[in-house]
T-cell receptor, first 114, second 113 residues
Framework: DAGVIQSPRHEVTEMGQEVTLRCKPISGHNSLFWYRQTMMRGLELLIY????????DSGMPEDRFSAKMPNASFSTLKIQPSEPRDSAVYFC????????????FGQGTRLTVV | AQSVAQPEDQVNVAEGNPLTVKCTYSVSGNPYLFWYVQYPNRGLQFLLKYITGDNLVKGSYGFEAEFNKSQTSFHLKKPSALVSDSALYFCAVRDQAGTALIFGKGTTLSVSS
């Protein structure tokens, strides 16, 4: 298996533009997590899906952020409009549905909003 | 809600010496506990986990961790550190209800030769 695949690896965009980050989880995994990593705040959970259904989105910063999981093999995280403070590394992770199973992380998308 | 604390931002140790990276947690009920490592410009890699049973858990690259329920701790240990162990280490917790995996802020381990 190729692991969790995220695209793009790097994204530079201007303030106010829409940004879409993509994630393909490991085949057979039915839990998916989106995290944001910054120096100041560490690794923050944004949203958690189980069986394609959002279970916990309390970490989504504000209405500018939205996430979807239309099927078991694809998820998107959208920011519109983007702001410089959104600059961070965004990680997607997936796991089997049992809570005692470890999550596997993608390589991350480094987002820079100028 | 569950939470994780890693009280040290950085741990420095000489190569060959034992290392400990500390983690304490808060969760309702029994926890599932995890350690991950992150190398520069990479995603997180799973090291080991505690589910139940033996309090001493062994994982990848010679790492082990000790679960202590009374102290709500899950410290990461290695008997002899390598320079290549230098990285950012994260502790994480999940409760048995299957809520999301929550991470601590991370501890930078620096091993000097």
């Amino acid at each position: 298996d190729a692991g969790v695949i995220q695209s793009p690896r790097h994204e530079v965009t201007e303030m106010g533009q829409e940004v879409t980050l993509r994630c393909k989880p490991i085949s057979g995994h039915n839990s998916l997590f989106w995290y944001r990593q910054t120096m100041m705040r560490g690794l923050e959970l944004l949203i958690y899906f189980n069986n394609n259904v959002p279970i916990d989105d309390s970490g989504m910063p504000e209405d500018r952020f939205s996430a979807k999981m239309p099927n078991a093999s694809f998820s998107t995280l959208k920011i519109q409009p983007s702001e410089p403070r959104d600059s961070a590394v965004y990680f997607c992770a997936s796991s089997l549905g049992m809570p005692n199973t470890e999550a596997f992380f993608g390589q991350g998308t480094r987002l820079t909003v100028v | 809600a569950q939470s994780v604390a890693q009280p040290e931002d950085q741990v420095n140790v000489a190569e060959g010496n034992p290392l400990t990276v500390k983690c304490t947690y808060s969760v309702s009920g029994n926890p599932y506990l995890f350690w991950y490592v992150q190398y520069p410009n990479r995603g997180l890699q799973f090291l080991l986990k505690y589910i139940t049973g033996d309090n001493l858990v062994k994982g990848s690259y010679g790492f082990e961790a000790e679960f202590n329920k009374s102290q709500t701790s899950f410290h990461l240990k290695k008997p002899s550190a390598l320079v290549s162990d230098s990285a950012l280490y994260f502790c994480a917790v999940r409760d048995q209800a299957g809520t999301a995996l929550i991470f601590g802020k991370g501890t930078t381990l620096s091993v000097s030769s």
